[in-house]
């Protein structure tokens, strides 16, 4: 982008980074002295046709208009959510023709000392305003909601500069500990961080005993602790973990996905630890030359192809709770499950708690490979 041309879209799915990354904009594009009146910030958080039409309107006005005493002005359309759509009115012909104006203007691009940040947590990356910013290189992207693996991946590439800017230091394990019970949510994260620091009082290493003292279970990592309950066959902690869910409003229907991964994952560790293809110690594991059908499965399995080798060990412990048919029933109870959810003809809750209960069961002798 040339001085003359000071044009930027930043989205992303991480509401936090984004939000960062446009104050940082701001701040690059904006001297504080002049923002009294070269800054114009436009709420894009709205949540009707006339309030979007509006939003829009003033946008491409403030954009026509000189700041007050003649210089340049930056305008920023913050937090646009209505570019993500959803409802009838946000389908008019009004709200249409307002963002084809807008992506019209971002062509035909801003005039001479003027300037045009929008930031928002949704915009399609098939639409005609997010092509047009694409073309004049104005994009910058930090990601749609992807699959479970791949937002994983791109925390933990971030995750060492989050350590930096506390100070603070993690082992391999005490990191994917750490992840466990946080979650993926990069908000949540660096409020944790802040609380070991203060925990620990002040820069340094962290340890499994500070995260486990100290760190706070978020939704996403309850949901995980409730497959791993599954997994170690405890049904007391299947039966804590399902009330916990239920009390924070959790749909049993995303559940039952997040059960049916666990269950394929193990299933695929489970005919390694048969067939002498998966090594499996306390904390390290490792596939050993798996057979080709093998390899194939990691085709429907990226997750379990992705996770590190303590956490693959920790899974290949669960795996060894079960032999390989029971792991097939479990997979079998859980899709009969979700039909009877789909029809509608019992409770979901009870629908859960009973299979799970199915599955758990009582336990084969650890390390078993009967079946």
Same mark, same amino acid.
């Given at each position: 982008?040339?001085?003359?041309?000071?044009? +930027?879209?930043?989205?992303?799915?991480?509401?936090?980074?984004? #939000?960062?990354?446009?104050?940082?904009? =701001?701040?690059?594009?904006?001297?504080?002295?002049?923002?009294?009146?070269?800054?114009?910030?436009?709420?894009?958080?709205?949540?009707?046709?006339?309030?979007?039409?509006?939003?829009?309107?003033?946008?491409?006005?403030?954009?026509?208009?000189?700041? /007050?005493?003649?210089?340049?002005?930056?305008?920023?359309?913050?937090?646009?959510?209505?570019?993500?759509?959803?409802?009838?009115?946000?389908?008019?012909?009004?709200?249409?023709? &307002? =963002?084809?104006? +807008?992506?019209?203007?971002?062509?035909?691009?801003?005039?001479?000392?003027?300037?045009?940040?929008? &930031?928002?947590?949704?915009?399609?990356?098939?639409?005609?305003? /997010?092509?047009?910013?694409?073309?004049?290189?104005?994009?910058?992207?930090?990601?749609?909601?992807?699959?479970?693996?791949?937002?994983?991946?791109?925390?933990?590439?971030?995750?060492?500069?989050?350590?930096?800017?506390? $100070?603070?230091?993690?082992?391999?394990?005490?990191?994917?500990?750490?992840? #466990?019970?946080?979650?993926?949510?990069?908000?949540? =994260?660096?409020?944790?961080?802040?609380?070991?620091?203060?925990?620990?009082? $002040?820069?340094?290493?962290?340890?499994?005993?500070?995260?486990?003292? =100290?760190?706070?279970?978020?939704?996403?990592?309850?949901?995980?602790?409730?497959?791993?309950?599954?997994?170690?066959?405890?049904?007391?902690?299947?039966?804590?973990?399902?009330?916990? +869910? !239920?009390?924070?409003?959790?749909?049993?229907?995303?559940?039952?996905?997040?059960?049916?991964?666990?269950?394929?994952?193990?299933?695929?560790?489970?005919?390694?630890?048969?067939? $002498?293809?998966?090594? #499996?110690?306390?904390?390290?594991?490792?596939?050993?030359?798996?057979?080709?059908?093998?390899?194939?499965?990691?085709?429907?399995? !990226?997750?379990?192809?992705?996770?590190?080798?303590?956490?693959?060990?920790?899974?290949?412990?669960?795996?060894?709770?079960?032999?390989?048919?029971?792991?097939?029933?479990?997979?079998?109870?859980?899709?009969?499950?979700?039909?009877?959810?789909?029809?509608? &003809?019992?409770?979901?809750? /009870?629908?859960?708690?009973?299979?799970?209960?199915?599955?758990?069961?009582?336990?084969?002798?650890?390390?078993?490979?009967?079946?």
């Amino acid at each position: 982008m040339g001085e003359k041309q000071r044009l +930027l879209l930043v989205c992303g799915s991480d509401d936090y980074l984004v #939000a960062e990354k446009a104050k940082a904009v =701001i701040d690059e594009w904006v001297p504080a002295a002049d923002r009294d009146f070269g800054l114009e910030i436009i709420d894009g958080n709205v949540d009707t046709s006339d309030r979007v039409v509006a939003a829009v309107g003033q946008c491409l006005e403030a954009l026509q208009t000189m700041s /007050f005493f003649g210089g340049g002005k930056t305008v920023w359309l913050r937090n646009a959510s209505f570019l993500a759509g959803g409802g009838r009115s946000f389908d008019s012909d009004r709200v249409i023709e &307002s =963002i084809v104006s +807008l992506t019209s203007m971002v062509r035909e691009g801003v005039a001479e000392g003027q300037a045009f940040l929008l &930031s928002t947590c949704a915009i399609p990356r098939n639409s005609a305003l /997010f092509k047009a910013f694409k073309e004049a290189d104005a994009v910058v992207d930090f990601g749609a909601d992807g699959k479970p693996w791949e937002r994983e991946r791109a925390l933990r590439e971030n995750f060492g500069t989050f350590l930096e800017r506390f $100070g603070l230091k993690m082992g391999t394990q005490v990191r994917d500990e750490f992840l #466990a019970r946080v979650g993926s949510d990069t908000r949540t =994260i660096l409020q944790e961080l802040e609380k070991l620091l203060l925990y620990r009082g $002040g820069p340094g290493e962290i340890k499994t005993a500070d995260v486990e003292a =100290i760190t706070s279970v978020g939704k996403e990592a309850e949901a995980w602790d409730l497959t791993d309950a599954v997994g170690l066959r405890n049904s007391v902690k299947v039966a804590l973990s399902l009330r916990r +869910l !239920e009390e924070q409003g959790t749909a049993p229907i995303m559940l039952s996905v997040m059960l049916d991964g666990r269950i394929r994952d193990l299933i695929l560790i489970r005919a390694g630890l048969d067939g $002498g293809w998966l090594r #499996a110690y306390d904390k390290s594991a490792s596939w050993d030359n798996p057979p080709r059908e093998a390899q194939l499965a990691f085709g429907l399995a !990226e997750s379990l192809s992705k996770q590190t080798s303590y956490r693959l060990a920790k899974l290949a412990q669960q795996a060894r709770n079960y032999t390989l048919n029971e792991l097939r029933a479990a997979r079998h109870h859980l899709m009969m499950m979700r039909e009877q959810m789909v029809s509608g &003809s019992l409770d979901e809750g /009870f629908l859960m708690e009973t299979t799970l209960f199915k599955i758990v069961g009582r336990p084969a002798p650890r390390g078993s490979s009967r079946g």
